[in-house]
Structure formats: structure tokens, C-alpha cells
């Protein structure tokens, strides 16, 4: 059965469980320090170890992040929450239980708004969505092993983190929508300060569940998709994942509920486990942590954290501003670049904001990846907001030239000096004076006789194509003689003026 007719025939449901490490400065249950990249087995003590007789104390920090992500996706935060132990075999954690939350997470029934487009997906086709939030628990990491020959190596570093899992209703249909909602999110935790959502690291990851039934027949047997560390795997895996149980119930074979991975040098999943059964991970209440009832000062503390989200700031930029979809959205990817913009584009006049954002996402974001800046830290380059906002305003006046307010650009933030001042001192200053303008197209006139002669003739014949060609040819030898410093619009009325009068 070809695709088309699969798409008609058949219906994918998909949903997600991300897992994010809060930016605590120590574990959720204990004091060790939560940081990735230290020696193995250094950010340790007996809590996170699970020694005998250790009591866990609940992280407040953590538990505000994570109440912080819920509000932002509009999620209800329970008057009462508590944890659970989660019980089945851990190689990675020594007590072999993990602390986490099943009846009463504290975030729950919640939704956002998806919208965008993927880049590598469906011809870049604009998607639209609401997706449903089951629920949002915090619970802690587990360590990390390393596998090795035929030895396993386990680093507790990370064992005890804090980790927030965002678990989605089955809304999603495909691998661009799943990829879509990952990045969106990423923004979200960035945007509130609360993850760096480096997937590389393990710091945002995310599981998938993927079904495929009849159409209108509602969910099929479902398989899991574990440990997928980039959004562009969770699309490429998913949409395998689809085309692989489409062909399978095409052929009247039965799709296996069962765990697997991605291969990503084949492109391709492949069985992890067998999972024909829910499994019973005995959840008990934890004895050792009291309920936890957010009160009014908790509560207010997290809503006093809460910023404007990436998508609704992407829609009143481009709104405010006149930007184009693609402009609004580079410049909302992260919140200090989006904060960088909305003070230059303050500061400048109105007419100067399009090269405010034609140079912040063309020559600025170059000469930041070229110095190996990331965008998150453009709060801290040389050009500030103010000093963009002013060369901006001297270009749209006239008082320098579009290649000169460039090269100023760099020389800003190789300098670390306010612009104009470099504009004055390296003598770049567009050139206005009627008379100075006059003395380099006097000289023009002299070397360019010819093409003075070929405009004369072309004016002559109602040739205006040809005319118009000639007249831009020697407007831009002024203004090579010049430096680029000549006003256009004055070199042009006198090339025009020169050629009519010969």
C-alpha cells in the first residue's frame, strides 16, 4: 500500500514523556552539588547513595521550577502534593527505588498551543495544534552508565538531580508535530530559566509512544521509542516508527507492544524489550517526605517568575514591528536575544528598526558565530543594544553608508567603543556637500567618457533600461571614489544632470 493510500486508511496517535534537569544548584533530595561534566562519583553522599537509614529533604527550589514550567503550560497546580517510591530493578541507583510522584504530580490537565515550522520536515509546512499536558511530576535522575567492552562502568554523579517529567496526551500525529512540540518546549524551559535544554548533555531527553490503528478506530498497540537526545531523532523516529507499523497491519500482521531504540546510523528503530504488560512498579507514599501544600507566599513567588512565552512574544513582535514570520521567530529562538532586540529596536527610531533587524540577524549573529559567541550571551557583546540603536539611526539619516555602518559593526566589537566616535575618527561619515559631491563626479566624467557618451546615446534612443544600467554604473564609481561616502541619491541627480546636459 502505497503512502497516500496508508494516510487515508490508517491514524497515528503520539505521545511524549520529556524529562528535563532543573537548573538546582544541589540535588532534589540532598545537598550534593548538580552539575554535569565533574570527575565521576565526586557529587555524592549517603541520601543520593541510599545508604540504610539516610532521610531525603525536599529541594523548595526544585519543586518551584517545577511548579513554574506547570503554570506555563497552563496546568493545575493541586492543593496537595506528595511523593511516591517507584520500585523496580535500578542498576544506576543504589537503593534501587527512585522517589518520584504518581497520584497527586504537581502539575496536572493542562495544554499548549503549538505552532511553527520544522525545518526538516514536510517542505517546512506551517503546523497548528493544541496538545494536551497530562501531567507534569518531579521525581530524581537516576545515575548514568557507561558501557564498555563486556564492563559497566556507574558514574552517581548524576543520581538524584532533579528531574521533571512533562508526560502528553496521545495528540500528536506525526514526527514534525513531536519535533515541534520538543523545540517549542526547549524554548519555554530557556525562556523561563529553569532547564538549558542541552539534549546533547542529557539535560532535556525525551521517550515516545506511538500507535497506528484504523482510522476511527481510536488507539492501537502502543511501542515505545526510549532515550531519543535530539528533536530531529524524535521526527526521524518517529515517522520510521509509523511507516514501519503501517506496513504491518497493511500485510494483516499484529504490531508487538514492545520497547525499542533508535539506530541512528541505520535510520531505524530497533527492539529494546518486550513489553506485553503495564509494569507494577508497587508505588507506595514516601515515608519520609511530608505532603506538600503550596501556600500563598510558594504560589505567588512562582507566578512573580513567570516571563512572556516564546510563542506569544513571537506574535506581538511581529505584530509590533512589522516582522516577517521568520524574523520574529530567529529573534525570539532565545529570550536574551529577544530582550537584546526589543531594547535596541526601543532606543532606535522607527524607520531605523529594519536594519536593526536586518544586522542583528544577518551581521551580528555572524560575527558572534564567528567569534564562537553563543546566542544566549548576546547580552554580553560589545555592540549593546544602545550602540546598535544609534548606528541604525545615523544610517537612516544618511549620516553614514550602509557598507561603512557594517564595518563599524565589527569595529565596535573588536573596540569596545561607542560608534559614532569610530564613524568621526576613521573618516566615514557620508559625504551630503552638493560641492565636494560635484568635484567626484567631475572626476568620474573625466575617466568614463565612454559610458557618459553610451547614457547620452541611450537617453537619445528612449532606451531606459539601458540608461538606468549606465546611470547605476557610474553613480557606484562616485561612490568607489569616494570611499562610499557619497550620498546616492545627490551622485545620482548630478550623474543624471551631467548626462542630459552633454
Request: hydrophobic share 40%.
Amino acid at each position: 500500500m502505497n503512502d497516500v493510500a496508508a494516510a487515508g486508511v490508517y491514524q497515528s496517535f503520539i505521545g511524549l514523556e520529556v524529562h528535563i534537569h532543573l537548573l538546582t544548584k544541589t540535588k532534589v533530595f540532598c545537598g550534593c552539588r548538580s552539575a554535569f561534566g565533574d570527575e565521576p562519583n565526586t557529587n555524592v553522599c549517603p541520601v543520593c547513595l541510599g545508604y540504610p537509614g539516610v532521610l531525603p529533604s525536599l529541594n523548595l527550589e526544585a519543586m518551584r521550577m517545577g511548579c513554574m514550567v506547570a503554570k506555563a503550560l497552563n496546568c493545575r497546580i493541586p492543593e496537595k502534593t506528595w511523593f511516591e517510591r517507584k520500585q523496580y530493578f535500578y542498576p544506576d541507583m543504589t537503593k534501587n527505588y527512585q522517589i518520584s510522584q504518581f497520584a497527586s504530580p504537581l502539575g496536572q490537565e493542562g495544554c499548549v498551543d503549538m505552532e511553527g515550522r520544522v525545518s526538516g520536515g514536510a517542505g517546512g509546512e506551517l503546523i497548528k495544534r493544541k496538545v494536551r499536558i497530562r501531567e507534569c511530576h518531579l521525581e530524581e535522575d537516576a545515575g548514568k552508565m557507561i558501557h564498555t567492552g563486556t564492563v559497566s562502568l556507574l558514574d552517581y554523579n548524576r543520581a538524584g538531580v532533579s528531574l521533571l517529567e512533562i508526560v502528553t496526551e496521545p495528540d500528536m500525529e506525526n514526527g514534525e508535530e513531536a519535533e515541534l512540540f520538543i523545540q517549542q518546549l526547549r524554548r519555554i524551559v530557556r525562556y523561563l530559566g529553569v532547564c538549558d535544554g542541552n539534549m546533547e548533555e542529557g539535560s532535556l531527553r525525551a521517550d515516545a509512544n506511538v500507535s497506528v490503528n484504523s482510522r476511527g478506530k481510536g488507539l492501537g498497540r502502543k511501542v515505545e521509542i526510549k532515550n531519543l537526545n535530539s528533536s530531529r531523532f524524535v521526527r526521524l523516529a518517529l515517522n520510521h516508527e509509523i511507516t514501519r507499523q503501517t506496513g504491518l497491519l497493511a500485510e494483516g500482521k499484529t504490531v508487538v507492544q514492545e520497547t525499542r531504540l533508535w539506530n541512528e546510523n541505520r535510520d531505524q528503530t530497533e527492539p529494546m524489550r518486550t513489553k506485553e504488560n503495564a509494569q507494577d512498579y508497587r508505588y507506595f507514599p514516601e515515608p519520609d517526605l511530608p505532603v506538600f501544600s503550596p501556600g500563598g507566599a510558594f504560589l505567588k513567588s512562582v507566578e512573580d517568575a513567570l516571563v512572556e512565552l516564546p510563542l506569544h512574544r513571537t506574535r506581538r513582535l511581529a505584530a509590533e514591528y512589522a516582522l516577517e514570520e521568520e524574523q520574529a521567530d530567529m529573534i525570539c529562538e532565545e529570550k536574551a536575544c529577544a530582550d537584546y532586540f526589543e531594547a535596541a529596536a526601543g532606543a532606535a527610531p522607527r524607520s531605523a528598526v529594519p536594519r536593526v533587524v536586518n544586522w542583528l540577524l544577518q551581521d551580528v549573529r555572524r560575527i558572534m558565530g564567528r567569534d564562537g559567541i553563543a546566542l544566549g550571551d548576546i547580552g554580553t557583546i560589545r555592540l549593546t543594544p544602545a550602540r546598535l540603536a544609534s548606528l541604525a539611526a545615523a544610517a537612516e539619516k544618511g549620516g553614514v553608508s550602509g557598507k561603512n555602518a557594517r564595518e563599524t559593526l565589527e569595529a565596535v566589537m573588536l573596540e569596545d567603543r561607542d560608534p559614532l566616535d569610530i564613524i568621526r575618527e576613521k573618516g566615514w561619515e557620508r559625504i551630503s556637500d552638493p560641492g565636494e559631491i560635484a568635484r567626484a563626479v567631475g572626476a568620474v566624467r573625466a575617466a568614463e567618457e565612454a559610458a557618459f557618451g553610451e547614457a547620452k546615446a541611450a537617453g537619445a534612443e528612449g532606451n531606459a533600461k539601458r540608461l538606468r544600467t549606465l546611470t547605476a554604473y557610474l553613480v557606484g564609481k562616485v561612490l568607489a571614489a569616494t570611499g562610499g561616502r557619497a550620498d546616492p541619491k545627490i551622485a545620482g541627480e548630478q550623474i543624471a544632470a551631467a548626462i542630459e546636459n552633454m
